[in-house]
């Protein structure tokens, strides 16, 4: 069944090492978000591309953070250097934006990081 | 900036009560509203998506409203079981010209019904 598949699951790291998560939307939809959630500030949106072009990315540090779709069946979210503040689970969410309706997202399983 | 409300945080009832989960809203000038529900470790599952210009919406035991001049929206699940325990999680899509769609959520209602 169609569905948002993120790699890897999870992700142990330290501090300073560099951070590439993986998200493959439903075959399709042509918007993707990244989102973080953490138990703080709940979820937060970083970027947001349609038809593989960034939309928004106001939510998201650009000293460290880029997120990018190299083609429609791949984004990436990329965090170089980690710090231990970047410890959330990450989550991406696609949807098909029609004319007039943004319709429904539907996110993956998310890729739960933590920085040491 | 849209805020989105989710009170209580928690909430537990016994098994078979037909409970309520509110939601609310700073901005009115809303697109959709999308309620979302997370099982602990998991994503995010949508469970209804109601339009600006609907009321309500339906789905099993599950019945989501909207008022958007009140800026509230409600999720009533009928006949609760053990297996609706997860956090429901309400976010809302502004409505802007142009491009940029944001869903702002809330912070979720953990529900645990009791066996």
């Known amino acids: 069944d169609a569905r948002v598949t993120q790699t890897p699951r999870h992700k142990v790291t330290e501090m300073g090492q560099e951070v590439t998560m993986r998200c493959q939307p439903i075959l399709g939809h042509n918007t993707v978000f990244w989102y973080r959630q953490t138990m703080m500030q709940g979820l937060e949106l970083l970027a947001y591309f349609r038809n593989r072009a960034p939309l928004d990315d106001s939510g998201m540090p650009k000293d460290r953070f880029s997120a990018e779709m190299p083609d429609a069946t791949l984004a990436t979210l990329k965090i170089q250097p980690s710090e231990p503040r970047d410890s959330a689970v990450y989550f991406c969410a696609s949807g098909s934006r029609l004319a007039g309706d943004p319709g429904e997202l539907f996110f993956g399983e998310g890729s739960r990081l933590t920085v040491l | 900036k849209q805020e989105v409300t989710q009170i209580p945080a928690a909430l537990s009832v016994p098994e078979g009560e037909n409970l309520v989960l509110n939601c609310s809203f700073t901005d009115s000038a809303i697109y959709n509203l999308q309620w979302f529900r997370q099982d602990p470790g998991k994503g995010l599952t949508s469970l209804l998506l109601?339009?600006?210009?609907?009321r309500e919406q339906t789905s099993g035991r599950l019945n989501a409203s909207l008022d958007k001049s009140s800026g509230r929206s409600t999720l009533y699940i009928a006949a609760s079981q053990p297996g609706d325990s997860a956090t429901y999680l309400c976010?809302?899509?502004?409505?802007?010209?142009?491009?940029?769609?944001?869903?702002?959520f809330g912070k979720g209602i953990t529900l645990s019904v009791r066996p």
């Open positions: 109601i339009q600006s210009s609907q």
């Open positions: 976010a809302v899509r502004r409505r802007v010209a142009g491009a940029n769609s944001k869903l702002t």
